[in-house]
T-cell receptor, first 118, second 114 residues
Framework: DAMVIQNPRYQVTQFGKPVTLSCSQT?????MYWYQQKSSQAPKLLFH???????NEADTPDNFQSRRPNTSFCFLDIRSPGLGDAAMYLC?????????????????FGPGTRLTVT | EDQVTQSPEALRLQEGESSSLNCSYT??????LFWYRQDPGKGPEFLFT???AGEEKEKERLKATLTKKESFLHITAPKPEDSATYLC???????????????FGKGTKLSVKP
């Protein structure tokens, strides 16, 4: 089945120690997103890739970086994790047409990576 | 500012007790409204997309409806396995501050007791 896969499902890192989360997809979608979700809160968009074009949200801290080496993979790098970065990190994909109006825009999410910072 | 508000924050039902969840939004030029189900510790699972006022979608015990200012997720005769957090998200036009990215509500946590 076509799907969005995130690894690892659980990640524990130390304060200030860089960490990388990965996401892969078999849906062949051209857009990939990274969200941060804290307990009982709405998912917060960090950034997204439209094909190779990187789009950063204005309030995403510089501590967060992303890479998309090819259509299938996307990585979230946290350069110096703080205690406040402990959260669920969600990867999502969608397909966007080139005609302007987008008839199919729902996003498909992976299972998430739960990040703990000690 | 584009906003999405879901109510109630939490809802407890007995098995078989039908009810509705509300998602109200303040978005000009809505492109689409989406409902997701999220189980604890998991990513959101897509349920429905609604594009225009008057549209309805159904899936098993769930029915989503859309007006110009809000959407309802109706749950008919719920079962314990329907317990989850239900998220609503809206897609504004791409020329706004959100650049067409989804704006999520905080969700309604539904508990269905046997």
């Amino acid at each position: 089945d076509a799907m969005v896969i995130q690894n690892p499902r659980y990640q524990v890192t130390q304060f200030g120690k860089p960490v990388t989360l990965s996401c892969s997809q078999t849906l062949n979608h051209n857009v990939m997103y990274w969200y941060q979700q804290k307990s009982s809160q709405a998912p917060k968009l960090l950034f997204h890739y439209y094909d190779k074009d990187f789009n950063n949200e204005a309030d995403t801290p510089d501590n967060f970086q992303s890479r998309r080496p090819n259509t299938s993979f996307c990585f979230l790098d946290i350069r110096s994790p703080g205690l406040g970065d402990a959260a669920m990190y969600l990867c999502a994909t969608s397909i966007v047409g080139t005609s302007g109006f987008v008839p199919l825009y729902e996003q498909y999410f992976g299972p998430g990576t739960r990040l703990t910072v000690t | 500012e584009d906003q999405v508000t879901q109510s109630p924050e939490a809802l407890r039902l007995q098995e078989g007790e039908s009810s509705s969840l509300n998602c109200s939004y303040t978005v000009s030029g809505l492109r689409g409204l989406f409902w997701y189900r999220q189980d604890p510790g998991k990513g959101p699972e897509f349920l429905f997309t609604l594009y225009s006022a008057g549209e309805e979608k159904e899936k098993e015990r769930l029915k989503a409806t859309l007006t110009k200012k809000e959407s309802f997720l109706h749950i008919t005769a719920p079962k314990p396995e329907d317990s989850a957090t239900y998220l609503c998200a809206v897609q504004p036009p791409p020329w706004g501050g959100s650049q067409g990215n989804l704006i999520f509500g905080k969700g309604t946590k539904l508990s269905v007791k046997p």
